[in-house]
């Protein structure tokens, strides 16, 4: 069963952030957090993931919890083209499955 | 970055035929891959993990005989859906580790059986 829960949809208006929340209050120490999104009919991809620090990098900023049961995946200028289900994912070793939850479906409205 | 390449994107078939589904990661090894079934508006759902050189590792509920899997070489996994019925269309998604970027996946393939 995957570890996370998120909300099942948002509506985002083009050009505001995007604050997509996940909770994953059973995560363990060593588990990372990471972030996908699925555009419709594609596969999967990877956006940002971390460990205990926030990051950052060119598509989104991950904010996570002092105490790392939830993490906010952060899109700052969110446009129609970010419209797409976004998978929150927690794991541990390089190549241990990925189990997925169902996501949030974001809709960015113009 | 890591690319994994999946072929073919769509395919139509008979019921009763066989349908064979490749898995490339073509810049990186893969020891590992995983093979994942997608029906509509529903998430991904792992059905097996691949190794190089091995068995491969299906999930409960998943027929190992139907949906055959090989991963002969750390470049290329394969998944042949045998005697393929209707039931069994659907989005089928492969990924691999890849290091810093987690996991990479394929672009899936959309099979539909009449």
């Keep these: 069963d995957a570890k996370t829960t998120q909300p099942t949809s948002m509506d985002c208006a083009e050009g505001r952030a995007a604050n997509l929340p ?17 555009i419709h009919s ?17 598509m989104a900023s991950l904010i996570i919890t ?45 | 970055g890591a690319v994994v390449s999946q072929h073919p994107s769509r395919v139509i078939c008979k019921s009763g035929t066989s349908v064979k589904i490749e898995c490339r990661s073509l810049d990186f090894q893969a020891t590992t891959m995983f093979w994942y079934r997608q029906f509509p508006k529903q998430s991904l759902m792992l059905m097996a993990t691949s190794n190089e050189g091995s068995k491969a590792t299906y999930e409960q509920g998943v027929e190992k005989d139907k949906f055959l899997i090989n991963h002969a070489s750390l ?14 269309s659907s989005f089928y998604i492969c990924s691999a580790y890849t290091g810093t970027a987690g996991y990479t996946f394929g672009s899936g393939t959309r099979l539909t059986v009449v």
């Design chain 1, 22 to 38: 996940c909770n994953h209050s059973t995560i363990s120490g060593n588990e990372y957090v990471y972030w996908y999104r699925q």
């Design chain 1, 42 to 58: 594609q596969g999967p991809q990877y956006i940002i993931h971390g460990l205990k620090n926030n990051e950052t990098n060119e």
């Design chain 1, 66 to 110: 002092e105490d790392r049961k939830s993490s906010t995946l952060i899109l700052p200028h969110a446009t129609l083209r970010d419209t797409a289900v976004y998978y929150c994912i927690v794991r541990v070793d390089r190549d241990d499955k990925i189990i997925f939850g169902k996501g949030t479906r974001l809709h960015i409205l113009p």
């Design chain 2, 75 to 88: 470049t290329l996994s394969t998944l042949t859906v045998t005697s393929a019925h209707p039931e069994d």
